[in-house]
């Protein structure tokens, strides 16, 4: 009998049993994507914009400022320091120090409004830019201090606020609408509102989704309709928030997130856990280290850093390091990069009219993500494995050969096969395009039920691709056990 399988949109499945499986999922399905559907594509990797800022510290944050008819756009980020925090802009390709002085290891966000730059961390006065200088008073003479912003509509929102000293973490504050000149001005006796008030629940996000402002905490989700009434604050969910603001993306009226269950959507109605397929790897996510997920979005496809994981998922030798989720939207189909640097958060910039997506790392850097054939000089490597049942769990198969398509790269990745849970074949090479391999020329006895594939390649800069595969076999016996 003849298998096939040219399909493979459905990501990776490690969360249901191996009998449940569908036809298009893997087991494992590092370091790869489906830019066409239903084939397994080796990915880009990331490079470096500019020169390093500070070694050995972290991105504190990452952004763009638009401003002005034309428009004008910057690309700025806060990196921490050994006593300090500075704020950078990319000058020509130069990151340029602004000498702001922030406090050190204070993550800072930032938002534009009334064409004006406005940056917050809590710790330092709340200031504005505007293209060309910094403000501790234009546009936020008297406004708090706060950890999380967000424009939305016709005013500027604080959450999370440092008001004379005094620390509100369920308190968002508003701006005033902008005057004539286009400038604004705060009140923070009267303009600020409860997130169902000081429950021991604290801000943890703000967000534009379609028509709503969304306000996150760890434990709950709310919107706002830009509103003073008795019901423009509403929650949206008392399952679901979030315990990352960089964990946070929205694309018009969808948004992205990290909970404590795991990665959410939210379309309006109610939010939606998406990574169930990967919930294994959820589960063994570092407690400790939640406040650093972070995640950004390109096209179709949602990444989500989530670190180096506590255990090894089954199967798998060792913990994966440095880990990357990789959500294809529109395919709802889930693969995994590990990568060599620690992202601390993303931001998409424009460069030459493109709209692309960088990431800040934990050593003072900032790349472009899906550029080049490496990740900043580090090898990529790839493993993709899968499992066929070619007449059913309960039959015995002799298998005899199985063919490989795919690209003229496919002689870069490396084969091997088990059967029934036993140990894998010794690795041979594919050929180009298309090939052919006996299981009869390994060592390993090829008669069984369940045969495993592992397609694997450590070294290669090229776009490898996997479009289908299909095994010869024959069926020996039915085998039932009788009861």
């Known amino acids: 009998m003849l298998t096939r399988r040219f399909n493979f949109s459905g990501g990776c499945q490690i969360a249901s049993n191996k009998y449940l499986m569908d036809q298009t999922q ?31 510290k972290k991105i504190l944050m990452n952004t763009e400022f638009q401003y002005g008819t034309t428009p004008t756009r910057k690309h700025i980020v806060v990196c921490n320091a050994a006593g300090e925090s500075e704020v950078y802009v990319n000058v020509a390709g130069t990151w340029t ?63 999370y606020c440092d008001v004379g000293g005094t620390v509100y973490p369920s308190r968002m504050y508003h701006s005033s609408l902008p005057a004539s000149d286009a400038s604004i001005s705060w009140d923070v006796t009267n303009d600020w509102d409860y997130i169902e008030t000081n429950d021991g629940d604290v801000g943890k996000a703000l967000t534009k989704n379609g028509r709503y402002l969304i306000i996150f905490k760890e434990g709950s989700m709310h919107k706002f309709d830009g509103t003073y009434g008795a019901t423009n604050l509403r929650p949206i969910s008392w399952e679901f928030g979030t315990v990352s603001q960089e964990s ?14 795991g990665i959410c959507a939210y379309m309006g109605g109610l939010p939606k856990l998406v990574s169930r397929p990967v919930q294994p790897i959820i589960d063994r996510v570092n407690q400790a280290n939640l ?41 709802n189909s889930w693969t995994y990069w590990t990568i060599p640097d620690e992202p601390m958060a993303f931001a998409t910039y424009t460069s030459s009219g493109s709209k692309l997506l960088s990431m800040g790392d934990s050593n003072g850097e900032i790349f472009t993500m899906n550029s080049g054939s490496t990740d900043d000089g580090t090898a990529i490597s790839t493993e993709i494995e899968f499992t066929l049942w070619p007449a059913g769990p309960e039959t015995l198969n002799t298998f005899q050969s199985v063919y490989f398509f795919g690209n003229d790269s496919l002689g870069d990745v490396n084969f091997q096969f088990a059967v029934d849970g ?11 395009d298309y090939c052919k391999k006996h299981f009869a020329d ?12 592992k397609l694997s390649e450590n070294d290669s800069t090229n776009q490898w691709r996997l479009d289908g595969i299909s095994v010869e076999s024959s069926a020996d016996e039915l085998d039932i056990k009788e009861s």
Not at 34 to 41: A, F, K, R
Request: aromatic fraction near 10%; glycine fraction near 8%.
């Open 26 to 56: 893997a087991l494992r399905t590092q370091n790869v994507i489906s830019p066409t559907i239903g084939s397994y594509t080796k990915r880009l990797g990331y490079t470096q914009i500019g020169a390093q800022m500070t070694a050995a």
């Open 97 to 159: 120090q602004q000498a702001q002085n922030l406090t050190a290891g204070a993550k800072a966000r930032g938002t534009d409004f009334v064409d004006y730059f406005f940056l917050c961390n809590l710790e330092d006065a709340t200031r504005s830019y505007s293209g060309s200088a910094w403000s501790t008073s234009t546009n936020v003479t008297s406004a708090p201090k706060a950890k999380y912003i967000e424009a939305y509509r016709d005013r500027l929102y604080l959450l």
């Open 248 to 261: 946070v993306v929205s694309d018009e009226n969808l948004t992205l997130f990290y909970s404590r269950k």
């Open 291 to 331: 406040g650093n997920i972070c995640g950004g979005i390109e096209g179709d496809h949602y990444y989500c850093y989530v670190g180096t994981l506590t255990s090894a998922l089954p199967g798998h030798d060792s913990a994966l390091s440095k880990v990357m989720l990789d959500y294809d939207i529109n395919q």
């Open 422 to 432: 036993g140990s894998y074949s010794t690795a041979v090479d594919l050929e180009d």
């Open 442 to 453: 390994s060592s390993i006895d090829p008669l069984g039920r369940e045969l495993k594939i």
